[in-house]
């Protein structure tokens, strides 16, 4: 390429091939060998020898150099695509960004692209960046081997609505996700978004999970756990295991990383998603969730390693609700009410002799009462109603004769007992 100067330059590739073409003319080379050399066949090379021996050096630069290329994207084109940038995409990166410019607007723009055009107007921030070398762990080879689990606090709908958690699962083999949005992280959403996926997918091999108290009970063993060995476990725990499910503890996020990744790409693409649907609540987020899914994991999941499917078919609804909620025992007091929760329940048709049951606070809000493996009849009683009993048993107390006190004069008067003398 020519200079103001009159100078011309050229890459070191380029010197390179000057160097050889010049062997060629001088027949130190054959013309064969010289194309071999610099890798183009052997008519292209006999062009370049003629040109150089014409045109001398400047013979072997490409004659396009320079020029503007003719499926060069137009400067009307790039200023619109910066102006919708900065009005709508602003904080879109260059893939997600060229991805809608492309189905909302038809402008048609490859993601590098657009990153250099961003570098160019000083946006530092879609710089590339060094990662962080980290030992790799494989995959497990089947879907349904093992699924991590997490939940992720984060301002999902941008203040439009509540704050909210992502429940999320990726099965570890295909990265294949899931999830549901909750008011908090916790026994019930933890047990109820596992029942969902189960729904979907059927039953994992195992969970990986981190320690989380939904997940890593906090109580000390109990004297019976101890003996076996055991401790303590979380509802969440206890439920899974039920079904089945092997539990495997994460001591860090990175050993973790499919679904720590999937909540980054989430809150990246799935927070402007919703942005652009104007998601407003938890009910509007997780009917956007059931059609954003299937796209999401049509793009981003794998193959497994090795096919098949080792998730195992769901049971029934119902045995899913008996499974997946939390089960504590309760006294039943002589008169056949146990209190959970704030709440009274009287037994109906049960004998007296029953001293405690298993009482069941199902994902859907229910309240179940079981004995030896039979679900028993109970109404509610109103709190009010118990709360004027406990005052009438108050007031009674107080209305009762009061004890005499201890320095009473009854109490220190004595009857001497009669002696019988014998003449």
Known sequence: MRTPGGRVTM?????????????????????????????LSYRQAKRLVRRVREEGDIGIIHRLRGRRGNRRISEEVRA????????????????LASEKLSEL????????????????EGKREWQRKRKKHREWRERREYSGEMVQVDGSHHEWIEGRGPRLVLMGYVDDATSKAFGRFYDYEGTLPGMDSFMRYVKEYGIPQSI???????????????IEEQLRGEESKSQFERAVEELGVEVIRAYSPQAKGRVERSFRTFQDRLIKEMRLAGVKSK???????????????ERFSKLAAKEGDLHRESPSHEELLGTLCIKEKRRVRNDGVVQYKNGFYQLEGVSRRVKGVIVEERTDG?????????????????PELMVRSKARRKERKIQRRPKPSKDHPWRKFKIKPCVETHV
């Open 208 to 222: 990986y999970l981190d320690r989380h108290t939904t997940y890593k009970s906090t109580k000390k063993a109990t």
């Open 105 to 120: 607007h038809g402008i048609e723009i490859s993601h590098e692209t657009l990153r250099l055009w961003l570098l160019g």
């Open 366 to 382: 229910s309240v179940k009462i079981r004995k030896n493996g039979s679900y028993l009849k109970y109404r509610k009683i109103p």
């Open 283 to 297: 009910e509007e987020a997780n009917e956007f969730m059931e059609g954003y899914l299937p796209k999401y994991n």
């Open 80 to 95: 619109r695509v910066m102006a919708l940038h900065r009005e709508k995409y602003w904080d879109f990166g260059p893939t």
């Open 11 to 39: 890459s070191i590739e380029e010197l390179r091939r000057v160097y050889i073409v010049k062997q060629a003319i001088s027949r130190a080379i054959t013309q064969k060998k010289a194309s071999e050399l610099i890798g």
